[in-house]
């Protein structure tokens, strides 16, 4: 049962300080999370917290700290490919959780035609949230030129496109993974590997793309004949694969730049009557654990751990946040290869 304080009232920031032996000063910068605290100033604010039963006002705090408590969390992508695509889904739901985990409200944010554009605008230069985490890949993005004026940090995903010069990224060894997917192909032995590719107004597909031509030594003619773009959709990476086996009837091996692509070029050389690793081994892209455990057959995939990304943009934004000094940088993740029965 909750203690009350020596007044009776509501127990104040004061009476956890004093319960703590510590000034207020360092009771809050406790309740704030702020690394400059010792361990023992830390434990003596937590009990006192938990044995007054302390709860923080956070519309006081809002008013004196000109802070909501809330990080928006931007995709700058058409609502039916965020629904529809497994990957997105998975993002969202680790911000969700990474932004809990920190006490932070997550605002979702769907930016793409002209009037998302203005309202994106109008909402994260108002005061609405403190932070943002920013999901805007495509070249030409007009929320990236939004972003750059705001009066607030953000962390981006990826590399966008245009200066990085002042921005903060997290980003995927993309064109590592790519190499590595496509040498584990040449290793098994194949010597006809196509790719399926991601859009090319992305620096992922690109990255991938590159990955692949530096492993095959592909130059501009061998490029256009042996890849296809499958626009990150699993219907497009059917298409592709079809497009693919039609131009390159002796085609041996696949690399295809997502999972979700991956499972439509399984669909294509399936009605194809291709077999699967026998005829064309197939290695996929994100290591969904949605799709590439459960394709037929499970599918070979470069993992990039999507949860660990957006668990290290939320802590470079607080860390922003706390005005802590950050070195604005793009921090590159490693990609590794996880080996199923598409391409053992």
């Not at 020596?6 to 703590?20: K, M, N, Q, W």
């Not at 031509?213 to 699993?234: C, H, I, N, P, Y």
């Not at 694969?241 to 692509?261: G, T």
């Amino acid at each position: 049962m909750s203690v009350q304080s020596h007044s009776g009232t509501r127990p104040t920031l004061e009476d956890v300080a004093a319960r703590a032996g510590v000034s207020r000063a360092t009771a809050s910068r406790v309740l704030n999370a702020s690394p400059r605290v010792s361990p023992e100033a830390h434990e003596a604010v937590t009990a006192a917290v938990v044995a007054l039963g302390y709860q923080p006002n956070h519309a006081a705090r809002a008013l004196v700290t000109r802070r909501s408590g809330a990080v928006a969390v931007v995709f700058s992508e058409p609502e039916p490919k965020i629904f529809d695509d497994p990957h997105f889904a998975w993002l969202i739901r680790s911000a969700a959780r990474a932004l809990a985990d920190a006490d932070v409200q997550m605002v979702l944010m769907l930016v793409h035609s002209p009037q998302d554009q203005a309202r994106a605008e109008r909402f994260l230069a108002g005061g609405h949230v403190d932070g943002a985490l920013m999901f805007a890949p495509h070249k030409g993005d007009q929320v990236l030129t939004t972003a750059r004026k705001l009066p607030l940090p953000v962390v981006y995903a990826g590399r966008p496109w245009g200066s990085l010069r002042g921005m903060h990224l997290v980003d995927h060894d993309n064109q590592g993974g790519g190499l590595l997917a496509t040498e584990h192909l040449l290793a098994m032995g194949r010597t006809r590997v196509v790719s399926v590719t991601g859009p090319l107004d992305e620096h992922s597909a690109r990255d991938r793309l590159a990955g692949w031509q530096r492993a095959v030594g592909a130059d501009e003619e061998k490029t256009a004949l042996m890849t296809e773009d499958g626009g990150f959709s699993r219907e497009g990476g059917k298409r592709a694969m079809e497009a693919l086996l039609a131009r390159v009837p002796d085609l041996d091996a696949a690399f295809i730049a997502s999972d979700h692509m991956a499972a439509g070029a399984l669909d294509a050389l399936r009605e194809a009557g291709r077999r699967v690793p026998e005829d064309v081994a197939v290695v996929g892209f994100d290591d969904h654990p949605m799709i590439a455990p459960h394709t037929a057959p499970p599918l070979t995939s470069v993992r990039q751990d999507t949860t660990a990304q957006v668990r290290h943009m939320v802590s470079h934004l607080l860390r922003l946040l706390r005005d802590e000094p950050v070195k604005a940088r793009r921090e590159v993740l490693p990609t590794s290869l996880v080996k199923r029965e598409s391409a053992p």
